[in-house]
């Protein structure tokens, strides 16, 4: 699952602040003021966003232990099995119908463990899903106050210019301001619909 963090872990915030102007060309944005901010580092310096990759850590963890007793037992089942079979050709493992039935209760609990891996990962991709939703959505009235103060028409993401001088960038005072509003933000484990047993 660590994995589905790390390919989680870009930010996918929207934020509706000026984006018709982004493509406005240089001559018409002259005389409006626009300012800056890196969203990334928002919400790894910020405290909401700190906590939120905290919560979301905690949860992962919960998540590998309620998988570890099925793994465990899952090894021990195959190391017990392995030297039973090693040696013995099809037709003497067609023979042993008790062996044949432990193989295949075997292999259906390994199939649900790997349904339950698959259910777990797609609840902690959820997870943080909302989580970075619900920063999103705390964060916006944040860079509205800010755009007011700073007499701005435009903000727009660094990550979208060549170049800005650093006086326009405030993405440390957003920061420090979404501290102060907003110093935490609720995570909530989701859960996928339980779907029904085959029959």
């Not at 790894?44 to 465990?72: F, V, W, Y």
């Not at 037709?91 to 044949?100: E, G, V």
């Not at 609990?109 to 902690?124: C, D, P, T």
Request: aromatic share 4%; proline share 4%.
């Amino acid at each position: 699952m660590l994995s589905i963090r790390s390919a989680l872990f870009a930010l996918c915030c929207v934020f509706a602040v000026g984006s018709a102007t982004v493509v406005a060309p240089v001559a018409e944005a002259q005389g409006t003021k626009i300012i800056v901010i890196n969203q990334a580092k928002i919400y790894a310096d910020s405290r909401s966003g700190k906590d939120i990759e905290t919560k979301i850590d905690n949860i992962e963890r919960s998540m590998q232990a309620e998988l570890k007793p099925a793994a465990d037992s899952l090894k021990t089942q195959g190391d017990a099995l392995r030297p039973r079979l090693e040696g013995k050709t099809q037709a003497q493992l067609a023979a042993d119908a008790a062996l044949i039935q432990e193989l295949q209760a075997f292999e259906q609990q390994v199939a649900q463990h790997q349904r339950n891996q698959q259910i777990k990962a797609a609840e902690l991709q959820a997870t943080i899903r909302k989580a970075r939703a619900d920063w999103a959505q705390a964060l916006e009235p944040v860079l509205q106050e800010v755009m007011t103060e700073q007499n701005a028409e435009i903000m727009m993401s660094r990550n979208d210019l060549v170049f800005a001088a650093s006086n326009v960038d405030v993405t440390a005072v957003v920061t420090s301001k979404l501290d102060a509003r907003t110093p935490s933000i609720a995570v909530v484990r989701q859960r996928l619909p339980q779907q029904p047993a085959a029959q």
